[in-house]
């Protein structure tokens, strides 16, 4: 699952998610273009608000063979 399909699905938008975190909205755009992961004291949240797991989140993460 990527950071944006699960925010979609969630109905949040960027600016919102952001918001709720505590960082920049660019941020959150940085994360969904895989350019930057999000620090992994905030996966517990972002997990949270996007109702999935952190092992969810981390899969879009890992490289594929």
Do not use: H
């Not at 109905?11 to 952001?18: C, I, K, N, Y």
């Not at 905030?42 to 969810?56: R, Y």
């Amino acid at each position: 699952m990527s950071f944006k399909s699960a925010r979609e699905k969630c109905g949040v938008t960027q600016q919102e998610l952001a918001v709720a975190l505590g960082v920049d909205q660019s941020t959150v755009s940085l994360w969904e273009a895989e350019k930057t992961r999000p620090r992994a004291k905030l996966l517990p949240q972002l997990a949270k608000i996007l109702d999935c797991t952190i092992e969810e989140l981390l899969e879009s993460c890992m490289p594929t063979s």
